[in-house]
């Protein structure tokens, strides 16, 4: 059945534009532990700053944006201290935070919450999710969602045909960016442009298109097996009340874009800029590689001055305190109250706050949890990956292990211990050397 999608009226393009970020819950990111363990992958510092403050940061440079909706459904003093942060910092942009009552999806969450998100009468809104790493090229989006008259822009990028069925596939016209097909994590091969996660919907399209979901879903007959009579309880019937609830759980990428490709006025905006998931735990770090490679890029202030010992790019807190003959970069992250040793050889890694590195050690391919201690002569130690790669998972004597080693908060390395490709869990002691391990 196709979903009739109802026109926008061409009423001009100077009404108020809002943006929606997805930011998950608890029950969500667990690939991301045991960097999540303490604290939500959103707010995990990625070169410097919190994942969801980069997506933050492209929608202040939107004209026109003034309201910035968080969804998701962590408890609201998550994201208390960093909504009170961006005021200060971005004081153009009202940011709140709303929790839903149960993951509802990313569709599910936007219907909603429609209310909020139609108030004060915006034509068209952005939706980030907050798990994506890229340039968010969003007035770009917007410039083709005026020129064509669109109901809805994707952003897009090309990947290698083996990893493509990893993702929401794209099939589009070379020549007018129109959106023709669109098929989430397909079996066998359809395109190799995948969806990015970042969209820009006309309101009076998007809104009837989920609730036209959500209609079709309810409609649709289902087959129950039900229990033989002595074991009929009311738990049973309460989960036949139940299921209308559960039939608001839906997703833009299973339940949504396959439909709104049916419209002619879906368009696809394809980017030649990096772009990257920020899924499992390593994964953070190609990610903090390419936000510090945007920053030097743009001569961003915050990065540390390049020299002889400092291979940019590489971001060091103003409270951290690094030895002149420790050798950083390229694309590191050192966080706040950590302390660096003489001779310390740090490249692409991520260091959080109130790490000790002692003399002469060597972190490699790795992110130091918070509190965490390498000893004078160690070696942490990761694989690189292939650029252009969008796994951290590498295949050693014929086991998967992570490419990207992990020590999580509070561990320590003793003096000279050699640990690779490894994921370490919090409070653990390492004394003897170790490689292709989880750590519990």
Request: glycine letters at 6%; charged letters at 25%.
């Amino acid at each position: 059945m196709n979903l009739n999608i109802p026109m926008r009226e061409k009423n001009g393009v100077g009404k108020p534009t809002k943006a929606v970020i997805l930011v998950g819950g608890p029950s969500r990111g667990t690939r991301f532990r045991p960097l999540s363990l303490d604290i939500p992958k959103p707010l995990f510092d990625v070169a410097g700053h919190p994942i969801i403050w980069h997506c933050l940061q492209a929608v202040a440079k939107v004209p026109g944006i003034r309201e910035v909706i968080l969804v998701g459904y962590y408890d609201e003093s998550v994201f208390r201290d960093f909504i009170k942060d961006s005021a200060r910092e971005v004081p153009q942009i009202r940011i709140q935070y709303l929790r839903e009552y149960q993951a509802l999806g990313t569709a599910g969450g936007l219907y909603h919450f429609r209310d909020a998100i139609l108030k004060g009468g915006p034509e068209r809104f952005f939706v980030l999710n907050a798990d994506v790493c890229c340039s968010f090229p969003l007035n770009e989006m917007l410039k083709i969602f005026e020129e064509k008259d669109a109901e809805a822009v994707i952003l897009g990028t090309r990947v290698s045909n083996d990893a493509a069925t990893n993702f929401g596939c794209i099939v589009s016209d070379a020549e007018t960016k129109r959106v023709l097909h669109y098929v989430e994590k397909p079996e066998s091969h359809i395109s190799n442009l995948i969806n990015c996660g970042v969209y820009l919907f006309s309101t009076e399209t998007i809104f009837p298109s989920i609730r036209s979901a959500i209609k079709r879903r309810a409609d649709r007959p289902r087959l129950f097996s039900y229990p033989s009579s002595e074991n009929l309880d009311t738990s049973f019937v309460n989960n036949l009340q139940e299921d209308g609830e559960k039939n608001e759980v839906l997703r833009l990428e299973q339940d949504i874009l396959s439909d709104l490709a049916d419209s002619n006025q879906f368009y696809v905006l394809e980017t030649k800029d990096f772009w990257r998931q920020i899924k499992t735990a390593g994964s953070a770090v190609p990610a903090n590689a390419l936000y510090l490679q945007k920053a030097f890029q743009s001569g961003s202030k915050e990065l540390a001055t390049p020299s002889a010992n400092i291979l940019p790019p590489v971001f060091i807190h103003p409270t951290a305190e690094v030895d002149p003959t420790a050798k950083l970069g390229p694309h590191v992250s050192v966080g706040p109250r950590s302390i660096i040793g003489a001779g310390v050889r740090i490249k692409e890694s991520i260091v959080l706050e109130d790490v000790e590195i002692k003399h002469d050690a060597c972190v490699l391919y790795s992110i130091i949890a918070r509190g965490s201690r390498v000893g004078a002569w160690a070696r942490v130690e990761g694989t690189p990956t292939p650029v252009g790669s969008h796994s951290t998972s590498i295949v050693k004597n014929g086991v998967k292990v992570q490419s990207i080693t992990i020590l999580g908060n509070d561990c320590g390395v003793a003096d000279e211990v050699r640990v690779q490709n490894c994921v370490c869990l919090p409070n653990k002691e390492l004394k003897r050397d170790v490689s292709n391990e989880v750590i519990m």
